[in-house]
DNA sequence: GTCTATATATTGATAGAC
DNA sequence: GTCTATCAATATATAGAC
């Protein structure tokens, strides 16, 4: 089965799951409304009365929950890496010691993609809004984002001296690829694009 | 010499004339301030003092030039993908008619490349800031977007007949890494990434 | 062409009734 | 646990003096 494969089937599953999480407590429900908003709206629109609206109640009912709506966005924002992080720890564990560099990364892939699309609205936020969050929620995100960021900085390492990755390609760049733009020079992005997928050296 | 050293070179270059456009009129350096702002700090965050305080005015005096904080936003958003589908069009035409497809790929990713430098605040806020405009704004920025795509997409689908592409990778998806992520779903880039790159077919 | 002052709307958040 | 009502801050935009 083909990564396209897995991702296609996985993305009914994932679309008939998504009401299940909705049948948990309050406070769920405000994380889910949130999530949803900053991922299709992004930071700023993500209002509290706009997340009062898709759950249902007014917007002075939020503080109930929660102590403050930064509260709220941060949870999101961490959920949406932090359960993506379990996802690739656990596929790497899985494997067998005598997994090579290349199997590792393709199940780090892999693992990456299907539990994005379980908890798709989560992860798009995090990669989405996180650009733009306020300077201060940016700070405090970036703790757990990094940690996800490091286990792709040593896949991507042994991949590299492995030979598997054009030696003047940014690590960055592929790793940055499946993490989102986020302040990354698009343009950095797309010249590695292109001398990996054309192999463009001489223009 | 190789695009990454086209790129770097041209670096400083831009970074010595973007002020150079800060000698213009009241308007142009309204324009300058919001280019920066939508990049940098997305477009809530890009409000009409914020944009006065980098001019050096007051945000009252902003509406002596445009009539709306929109009308701004919208015309650094259009003369961002403008500046660099003009870049792109003239190098295409430049080609002799000789030109394979790859070629006229790889002169497009130039262009677009080095465009995208001299103008990095406009195209950059073209790129970053445009899915998270309000809904109305974004359907008109759309338009001349859909017309620079168009290009890209015709490259694409010229370069994929040629055989320099996989069959099973999007075209969507190397259209879009040029483009920015904009909406697309992160996932089917990283998995066309995945093959493209790592041949990752027996996940 | 810029200023001050202000109108109007919307934001995050709080207080207290139920 | 949700509501209504409201506060203080800030947003876009306007009016008129200079």
């Not at 909705?22 to 930071?43: S, V």
């Not at 405090?140 to 490091?150: A, G, L, M, P």
């Not at 001296?161 to 054009?166: D, L, N, S």
Request: aromatic share 6%; charged share 25%; glycine share 4%.
């Amino acid at each position: 089965m083909t990564i396209s494969q897995a991702v296609a089937r996985t993305a009914k599953a994932s679309a008939a799951k998504s009401e299940a999480s909705d049948q948990n407590g309050g406070a769920r429900q405000i994380l889910n409304a949130t999530a949803w908003l900053l991922r299709h709206r992004g930071y700023e629109a993500t209002t509290t009365r706009a997340i009062a609206e898709r759950v249902g109640i007014k917007a002075g009912s939020i503080y109930h929950h929660f102590p403050s709506k930064d509260t709220i966005v941060e949870r999101v924002i961490n959920e949406g890496v932090l359960v993506v992080n379990k996802a690739v720890t656990s596929a790497l564990d899985a494997l067998p010691n005598k997994a090579t560099p290349r199997d590792r990364l393709q199940a780090a892939i892999k693992a990456h993609l299907l539990s994005s699309l379980e908890h798709s609205d989560y992860t798009s936020a995090s990669i989405r809004a996180f650009a733009f969050l306020p300077p201060e929620l940016r700070r405090t995100c970036r703790v757990e984002r990094r940690r996800y960021e490091d286990i792709w900085q040593q896949l991507m390492r042994d991949a590299s001296e492995a030979g598997y990755i054009p030696k003047d390609v940014s690590l960055d760049a592929a790793r940055l690829m499946l993490l989102g733009a986020g302040r990354v020079p698009i343009d950095k992005i797309a010249t590695d694009f292109a001398q990996i997928a054309f192999g463009a050296r001489r223009a």
